[in-house]
């Protein structure tokens, strides 16, 4: 059975930083496509990043600059760092295995508010 934990978030200042974190038992991450997405109050779910199996690193426009996703194979986690938080950051922030259905964390909230 797969399970995925995101863990991280937290409540943070503009212009503040954090680190999610996003770990999965149940598969291994190695071969597959791994993202990042976010979901505002009121909003649908967003796309925020990818990082595929090769390397190829993809960001929405929206936090281009301003985060970075990575990936610890052996540890079978997926991070996404994100700097220079703006209000608009606000949201619940998915990881997602492959595209797969059944590999989507909890959430895990984010709140950027002085």
């Known amino acids: 059975q797969v399970q995925i934990v995101e863990s991280g978030g937290g409540l943070v200042q503009p212009g503040g930083s954090l680190r999610l974190s996003c770990a999965a038992s149940?598969?291994?991450?190695?071969?597959?496509?791994l993202y990042w997405h976010r979901q505002a109050p009121g909003k649908q779910r967003e796309w925020v990043a990818t990082?595929?199996?090769?390397?190829?690193?993809y960001y929405a426009d929206s936090v281009k600059g301003r985060c970075t996703i990575s990936r610890d194979n052996a540890k079978n986690t997926m991070y996404l760092e994100m700097n220079a938080l703006k209000p608009e950051d606000t949201a619940v922030y998915y990881c997602?295995?492959?595209?797969?259905?059944?590999?989507w964390g909890q959430g895990i909230q984010v709140t950027v508010s002085s």
């Open positions: 990082l595929n199996s090769g390397g190829a690193i």
């Open positions: 149940g598969l291994l991450f190695s071969p597959y496509v």
């Open positions: 997602n295995v492959g595209g797969r259905t059944d590999a």
